[in-house]
């Protein structure tokens, strides 16, 4: 079945960095696009960015752009996000989520949480 | 501030139908297919309704959506306990090339 498994996240201060990673299985991986999505406490979801299947092309909300970097490894079967100059704003929960073009966010991870603190 | 538009908040009694609209543009909800998530208490979301009106392999026939122009809406019959949860709306927007989500609409039943 499939499973998407985050982690990495954790208590950070404001300015530092954190790299999350998904780690993908139950399906083949390179052949779909991964999203990043996240949801402050007590708010609804953002999508913040997304990556091709081949990995050659992103897109990242005006809100991160700069900051954040998506990446994959399709031979390890994972998907990463590296943040950097973290501000208390990004604190959320993050989840990966598998993209099914117009079908949307077919299957979704579990989420890491992600606390900055100033 | 969310592109989509969802009401904050809504309620319904057990066996009532409720519904939940969404509010979008002419480049997302007017241009593309709308989905919908429903994400239970403590939970990760989980995709309920794609391309505007089809469910999912195990979402029961309770659950139903529709799209008119730019709005679409999510229907709910015979409501029941285990269907209190956050329900967000999303789609992908041809001006932004990015997918937008609504503020979400959080389900209670009394």
């Not at chain 1, 052949?31 to 050659?56: C, H, N, V």
């Not at chain 1, 077919?106 to 900055?116: I, N, S």
């Not at chain 2, 480049?27 to 990760?44: C, E």
Request: proline share 4%.
């Amino acid at each position: 079945q499939v499973q998407l498994v985050e982690s990495g996240g954790g208590l950070v201060k404001s300015g530092g960095s954190l790299r999350l990673s998904c780690a993908a299985s139950g399906f083949t991986f390179s052949d779909f696009y991964m999203s990043w999505i996240r949801q402050a406490p007590g708010k609804g979801l953002e999508w913040i960015s997304f990556i091709t299947s081949s990995g050659t092309y992103t897109k990242y909300a005006d809100s991160v752009r700069a900051r954040f970097t998506i990446s994959r490894d399709n031979a390890k079967n994972s998907l990463y996000l590296q943040i950097y100059s973290l501000r208390a704003e990004d604190t959320a929960v993050y989840y990966c989520a598998r993209e099914a073009g117009d079908l949307g966010f077919d299957f979704w991870g579990q989420g890491t949480p992600v606390t900055v603190s100033s | 501030q969310s592109m989509l538009t969802q009401p904050p908040s809504t309620s319904g009694t057990p066996g009532q139908r409720v519904t939940i609209s969404c509010s979008g543009s002419s480049s997302n909800i007017g241009s593309n297919v709308v989905n919908w998530y429903q994400q239970l208490p403590g939970t990760a979301p989980k995709r309920l309704i794609n391309s505007n009106d089809q469910r999912p392999s195990g979402v029961p026939a309770r659950f139903s959506g529709s799209k008119s122009g730019t709005s679409a809406s999510l229907a709910i019959s015979g409501l029941q306990s285990e269907d209190e949860a956050d329900y967000h709306c999303a789609a992908w927007d041809d001006s932004l090339n990015t997918w937008v989500f609504g503020g979400g609409t959080q389900l209670t039943v009394l």
